[in-house]
């Protein structure tokens, strides 16, 4: 089983960078596909951007995409989410996801079995 835990948010004004991080615990992180999910307050949770289990494919929401990057250190159990030219919009609560196959697609929360606390990102105007 695989324990996460999301750090790295904060308050950031419009155009700044926040690089998020997800630590997983257990020894078979590196088979894990791994995403990155959003929640604004009375909205549903929606996808930012998933990673293979080799890092060697990614995948990105169309209202991120260009401006945040993910990526894996697999040596490190980590995932990190790089978030550039922040907006006001992607002002939410930023959850690590982890699974061990897709069966759809990786843009589904359903995918996911595992997930961590979550960390605030704000993007003031």
């Known amino acids: 089983q695989v324990q996460l835990v999301e750090s790295g948010g904060g308050l950031v004004q419009a155009g700044g960078s926040l690089r998020l991080s997800c630590a997983a615990s257990?020894?078979?992180?590196?088979?894990?596909?791994m995403g990155w999910f959003r929640q604004a307050p009375g909205k549903e949770r929606e996808f930012v951007a998933a990673i293979s289990w080799t890092g060697d494919i990614t995948y990105y929401a169309d209202s991120v995409k260009g401006r945040f990057t993910i990526s894996r250190d697999n040596a490190k159990n980590r995932v990190h989410l790089q978030m550039n030219s922040l907006k006001p919009e992607d002002t939410a609560v930023y959850y690590c996801?982890?699974?061990?196959?897709?069966?759809?697609?990786?843009?589904?929360?359903?995918?996911?079995?595992?997930w961590g606390q979550g960390t605030q990102v704000t993007v003031s105007s």
């Open positions: 996801a982890g699974t061990r196959y897709y069966r759809d697609s990786p843009r589904k929360i359903e995918e996911y079995n595992y």
């Open positions: 257990g020894p078979t992180f590196s088979s894990y596909a």
